[in-house]
């Protein structure tokens, strides 16, 4: 019998708002905490005063009510539908299955990198028209190529945030803490719809062309998680556009694994790096893996980085595809850094590390706090009234962006050029490249500032980064752009744009990592030593310390430089700035914005306080279940006055010898489910006692009890039923999904925690404690030799016995070819 107090059929109904627990299932979306009825105490908003700690540390907080966040049901439901459509499958069906999936995830590769290829070719065309009309225009007057500049960015940052505030919400920021979420099992409404992606695409155009202190790394993988998503859904009804083959894959475990596939296939298409990306989805976006998916994942990326070679080819001239042929796509590419380090090189480095913890570190705690104030004061906790407010702030942020990137190289002296640098200054008319001269009077000059600020992001990188010549900046103008780009970079992540922090960290870290390097070759006199190395590292402890990344970060780099010498230092450096930053207590950025967001996410380990409860202290405190058979016009009521997404089904029987128990828990039926049985009709029956018939499973089809992501599947008000039609009656037994997980009472909360976030589930049911054991499983028990020796009948479904034979091999749906087995598809009742 399921723990709580049982709500039954013909028992009491639910009076109060108390009554609408899920009592004996463990449910993500609970409201209470451990059942100890502590609630957030901040629904309405987010509380800037309760919801940090001091020093930053985030408290986790408990989901709001009032927000329609659902957990996903990445566990298979195995019921009789799910069965009988097993048995209704062909041989040949499983190696079709796995012939989509490759080439679903071919398609994931190429769509995201054409994608990413099309921003980049949009951001460089716009950004090179606005610098060449700048630059024209400085010729005859400073101001009004001031105003031309910033009237430029306004109005691109003025559509972005258009776009996103009134067409598609959900594509503001990077994208990356809600792909996260959604892979964790969190379904937030909206975030992988078309109009999202379309949102994310077009508003980064904006944003990063507009001169914003951000990046589109981070929306690319929002944007190649929409495009896996949209496939997986497997065409659209609305446009009579949905293949039959594809409609398998429109469940949340294969929508979760082609999903993972395009976070891998952003970050390859962002950088390049196609080993980093599947990292980079192992470290910090993915909840759950498999070594198949690590071969999928690897695929895609390889799709994705032989996709953007060729496109690149297409644009190799410098008038084939407008600005775009000379601006490059890389981010950045150190081929002529120093090719070896000495020992007295790891005290800079660590003090790199050190200084990337502390402001990465830094840079959250005030980005965080100023997002607390933003949603609670200036948004309103996102009140729709409010939707202008976040275009004028977005257009606000540009003024003062365009502002600083135009006066403050104003302020600074020309530079001399190196006599053998042929490129210095950068040749007039030409809007990428290095040693800008802005309004130096002299043609061997440059000026340091405007090479940095007045650029494309990914110019501004490349400069930094640059080898080229030494004490080509000065250490004024790298002081004045990290201190004007760090307050730039925290006051623009959170406005209502699609923005990255890629760039914004690795153009902090990079600042004062030169500047670290300028220390160093003046200190030491060695010529072998490289700012640009320095600056390198100052950008890999940067990231470090604000998102806490450094696998994933450390292969990117090295696929990006082609220099395994660097590999120890960027490695120290890595793990210096991330264990400086967790020493801080500060969340990751990521991490932190999820919970000023009060999503529930499952982190990788429990509190610690989780080994002093049990599962007993974390069930709700009442628990809303179905008998066997239920009248549907119980149901109905049952599913108007309570939003739960899965109920417990209990059949009564008399008093058991063994254990005493008057009922047995069958499983749990999910509310999609009951919904498309009250729809069809066809399992209703007249009488209680009438025996179901096991054929009549057949005739549901499996695609139907899943919820495609772009709507949220039978609505409730969907359903028409007669008077009499509720009076009739419906086994739920053969929509239960009998593998339903249940934990006695007295489990540890941790153990709890562990089985939630490890298989992905999103009810268990808590039980009294057994008074009986059928027997004992252990290792040996499980392993395919012994079952096929227990039961000879299925040795010729093995994989190990199919290997030799593929072409004879019975697929998993050939079970119905045995007759003992066939039979038990279909549940008796």
């Not at 410098?318 to 070896?340: A, K, L, M, P, V």
């Not at 744009?497 to 160093?520: E, H, N, W």
Request: aromatic share 10%; glycine share 8%; hydrophobic share 40%.
């Amino acid at each position: 019998m399921v723990g709580g107090d049982a709500y039954k059929r013909g028992g009491r109904r639910p009076e109060s708002e108390e009554d609408l627990g899920s009592g004996g299932i463990v449910e993500e979306d609970s409201g209470t905490l451990f059942g100890f009825g502590e609630t957030n105490a901040s629904s309405s908003g987010v509380d800037g005063s309760s919801s940090m700690a001091p020093m930053g540390v985030f408290r986790r907080r408990v989901p709001d009510k009032k927000k329609a966040t659902e957990s996903l049901d990445y566990e298979i439901a195995e019921h009789s539908v799910y069965r009988a459509e097993q048995a209704k499958r062909a041989t040949w069906h499983q190696y079709r299955y796995l012939a989509l999936k490759w080439a679903l995830a071919l398609v994931v590769g190429v769509g995201t990198a054409t994608t990413a290829f099309l921003i980049n070719l949009m951001v460089e065309n716009l950004a090179g028209l606005k610098f060449s009309w700048t630059i024209q225009a400085m010729a005859s007057s400073s101001a009004g190529a001031y105003f031309l500049y910033m009237i430029f960015n306004v109005l691109l940052v003025a559509s972005s945030a258009c776009i996103v505030t009134y067409f598609a919400p959900q594509a503001t920021g990077s994208g990356i803490p809600e792909v996260k979420c959604y892979l964790n099992g969190i379904d937030l409404p909206g975030i992988l719809l078309f109009r999202t992606l379309v949102g994310k695409v077009v508003g980064s155009v904006g944003s990063v062309a507009g001169g914003l202190a951000v990046g589109k790394e981070g929306p690319l993988v929002h944007t190649g998680s929409c495009i896996a998503a949209l496939l997986s859904q497997g065409g659209s009804k609305r446009v009579h556009l949905s293949p039959k083959w594809f409609r398998e894959f429109n469940n949340d475990r294969d929508r979760r694994d082609l999903v993972t596939c395009g976070a891998c296939a952003g970050v390859a298409a962002a950088f390049r790096a196609p080993v980093g990306g599947v990292l980079f989805a192992i470290e910090e976006a993915a909840s759950f893996w498999r070594p198949q998916l690590t071969w999928r994942t690897f695929f895609t990326t390889a799709v994705v980085s032989v996709t953007i070679r060729a496109l690149m080819n297409a644009c190799k001239g410098e008038s084939d595809c407008g600005f775009f042929g000379g601006g490059g796509f890389i981010i950045f590419d150190i081929n002529d850094g120093q090719s070896e380090y000495w020992i007295y090189e790891l005290l800079p480095v660590l003090i790199l590390g050190t200084l990337g913890g502390l402001l990465g570190s830094s840079f959250n705690y005030v980005n965080g706090k100023l997002t607390q104030w933003r949603i609670k004061y200036l948004y309103k906790n996102h009140h729709s009234s409010r939707r202008h407010v976040k275009v004028i702030e977005a257009m606000l942020v540009a003024f003062i962006t365009s502002t600083f990137q135009f006066c403050l190289p104003l302020a600074f002296s020309c530079r001399e050029c190196d006599p053998d640098i042929a490129t210095c200054p950068r040749p007039a008319g030409v809007h990428y490249g290095n040693f800008v001269k802005f309004t130096c009077p002299g043609d061997n000059q440059y000026n340091d500032l405007a090479t940095i600020f007045f650029n494309t992001q990914d110019d501004a990188i490349r400069n930094l980064l640059s080898s080229e010549m030494e004490q080509e900046y000065s250490p004024t103008a790298l002081v004045t752009f990290f201190c004007f780009f760090f307050v730039l970079a925290v006051i623009t992540y959170g406005i209502s744009v699609p923005s990255g922090l890629f760039v914004p960290s690795i153009l902090c870290g990079a600042a004062y990592g030169r500047l670290v390097g300028m220390l160093m070759t003046s200190i030491t006199g060695n010529a072998e030593i490289k700012e640009g190395t320095y600056a390198l590292l100052g950008a890999a402890s940067f990231i470090a310390g604000a998102m806490r990344m450094t696998v994933s970060m450390c292969v990117i780099i090295l696929e990006l430089t082609n220099n395994l010498s660097l590999l120890p230092l960027v490695m120290f450096v890595l793990l210096v700035s991330k264990a400086v930053a967790d020493l801080t207590g500060i969340l990751p950025i990521y991490d932190l914005h999820i919970h000023i967001k009060k999503i529930p996410l499952l982190e990788h380990s429990s509190e610690r306080y989780f080994r002093h409860l049990s599962a007993s202290d974390a069930k709700s405190k009442t628990c809303v279940q179905f008998g066997r058979v239920e009248k549907v016009g119980f149901i109905l009521d049952v599913l108007k006055s309570h939003t739960h997404n899965g109920f417990p089904v209990v059949e009564a029987h008399p008093t058991d010898r063994v254990t005493n128990e008057t009922s047995t828990l069958l499983g749990i039926v999910l509310r999609n489910h009951l919904l498309v049985v009250l729809k069809k009709k066809i399992s209703f029956m007249k009488d209680p006692s009438e025996v179901v018939d096991p054929v009549l499973a057949f005739q549901y089809d499996l695609t139907e009890f899943t919820k495609p992501i772009s709507s949220q599947g039978v609505k409730l008000d969907e359903i028409r039923l007669t008077d009499e039609e509720q009076n009739m009656y419906v086994d739920l037994k053969q929509f239960v999904n009998t593998s339903t997980y249940a934990v006695q009472e007295d489990m540890s909360l941790a153990k709890v925690y562990q089985l939630f976030r490890g298989l992905g589930l999103r009810h268990l049911c808590v039980v009294p404690k057994a008074t009986g054991v059928l027997g004992v499983i252990t290792r040996k028990d499980i392993v395919p030799e012994h079952v096929e020796a227990q039961y000879p009948e299925v040795k010729h479904l093995s994989r190990t016995n199919s290997y030799g034979k593929l072409s004879r091999s019975p697929s998993f749906g050939s079970f119905s070819k045995t007759k003992d087995l066939g039979d038990s598809l279909i549940g008796t009742p």
